[in-house]
């Protein structure tokens, strides 16, 4: 069974540092391209960041770029997206997918597979 699992999550001040991790199972991620979205109450899901299949190609929207990193680790199964400089509009439940196109982008219709997300809480 293909699953996606995200973890990392938690309550943080504004300011510091989070990292997510995106663990699969059942299936190989390296055939795979892999975004990171987030969905805050009452708003639609966005796109936050995706990396390629092999991790040469990355791409980050406007508002976390120069503070969020993603990375993958295909011999461990798993993609990070480190968040530094975390803001109160931050917050949100983030999410995992994967897409079998070389790729991927920002876009929800893209992507194929979907972990449950975890919750992100940025607050003093």
């Known amino acids: 069974q293909l699953q996606l699992v995200e973890s990392g999550g938690g309550l943080v001040q504004p300011g510091g540092s989070l990292r997510l991790s995106c663990a699969a199972s059942?299936?190989?991620?390296?055939?795979?391209?892999i975004g990171w979205f987030r969905q805050a109450p009452g708003k639609e899901r966005e796109g936050v960041s995706c990396?390629?299949?092999?991790?040469?190609?990355?791409n980050y929207a406007d508002s976390v770029k120069g503070r969020f990193t993603i990375s993958r680790d295909n011999a461990k199964n798993t993609v990070y997206l480190q968040m530094n400089s975390l803001k109160p509009e931050d917050t949100a439940i983030y999410y995992c997918?994967?897409?079998?196109?070389?790729?991927?982008?920002?876009?929800?219709?893209?992507?194929?597979?979907w972990g449950q997300g975890c919750q992100v809480t940025v607050s003093s």
């Open positions: 059942g299936f190989t991620l390296d055939y795979y391209a």
């Open positions: 997918a994967a897409t079998k196109l070389i790729r991927g982008g920002l876009t929800v219709r893209e992507y194929d597979y």
């Open positions: 990396i390629s299949r092999r991790g040469g190609t990355t």
